[in-house]
C-alpha cells in the first residue's frame, strides 16, 4: 500500500532554541483516518505545518505521495487541504465568494456545481450569499472546511477541528469526515476529545514532547486495552491462591487482602459468575467488589505521565 505521507526523521527547533519535534518517523497510510492526540505544546501543529509546508523543518524529509515537500512544495500542497486550529476567514466576502476563491488560488478551474455540493453537505447552502462576518462560530468553521477542500484535496488535515463546538456540530463533522473517507481522502486529525478518537479514527498516533510515543491501530489498542478488572476486597486475608482457582487471571494485592481479577471484555463470557461461585466454594468471603475498565484515556494519561 502506497503511503500518503511518509515523515522521515523529522527534527524542528524553533529559533528560541526549543525543539518542538525529536526526529520523528510516520507513515501515513493512504485512505485511512488518523488521530494525533497529545497534551498542549506536544508539537502536533509543528508536525502539520511542517507537512504542509507553512514552517521549515530543521533536519529530515517529507513526502507526500511520493513528492517531497521541500523540492516540489507545489504539488505536495495541491495534494493537501488543511483546516487550521485557528479562524481566520476574510470577514466582509460572502460564503460563496470565499470558496470559490479559495479553490482559485491553486490554479484549479471553477467548478460552481462542486462548491454547490461542498455547501450542502456542510449545511451552509442557505447561507451561501451571507457575509462571513455575520455567521457563528461554528458556521465559520464549515466554511474553513468548504474552503480546505475546495480544490479537490486527496489529504485532509483537520487541526482540532470539533474544538469548542457544540455536540450537534461535532456529530455533523464526524459524519462529513466518514463520507470523505470514503470518498479516498485521507484525513489526519488532532483533538484533545479521546471520545473522538475513540469514534471515528482508524489509527491512533500520541505525541508527547516533541515525540511520537505510540501508533497503532485503534481496534488493536482497544483490544489490548479492553481489559476489565474485577477487584475483591476479602473478609481474611490469604497467603496463597487457593489451588482450585487456577484457571482464572487472578493476584493478589495489599497483602493478600484484595483479590484482582482481570478478564477480557470481548469474551462472550467475563467469568464473574463462576468466579464468585468457586470462591464460595473455596471458603472465601468477599466484603467488597467493583470494577474497572481501561480506556483509551487511561493508556493517553499513563503514557504521557510516564515520560515526563
Ligand atoms: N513559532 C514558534 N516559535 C517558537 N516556539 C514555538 C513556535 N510555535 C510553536 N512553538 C512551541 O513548540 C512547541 C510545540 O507547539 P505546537 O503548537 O506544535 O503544539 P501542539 O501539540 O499543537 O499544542 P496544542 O495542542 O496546544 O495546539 C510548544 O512548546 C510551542 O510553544
Redesign the pocket.
Known sequence: MQNAISVQQLT?T???G????HSVDLDIHDGEILA?L????????????IICGL?RPTSGNVLVQGHDIQTDYKTTRSLIGLVP?ELHVETFESVWNTVTFSRGLFGKKPNPALVESLLKDLSLWDKKDAKIMTLSGGMKRRVMIAKALSHEPKILFL??PTAGVDVELRKDMWQLIGRLRQSGVTIIL?T?YIEEAEEIADRVGV?NK?RLVLIEEKNELMRKLGKKQLTLELHQALQTLPEGLSQYDLSLVDGGATLVYSYDTQAARSGIGSLLADLNRSGIAVKDLSTKQSSLEDIFVSLVEGAR
Open positions: 524542528k524553533y529559533d528560541s526549543l525543539t518542538a519535534l494525533l497529545g497534551p498542549n505544546g506536544a508539537g502536533k501543529t509543528t508536525l502539520i505545518s514552517v486550529q487541526d482540532e488532532t484533545h505525541i516533541g
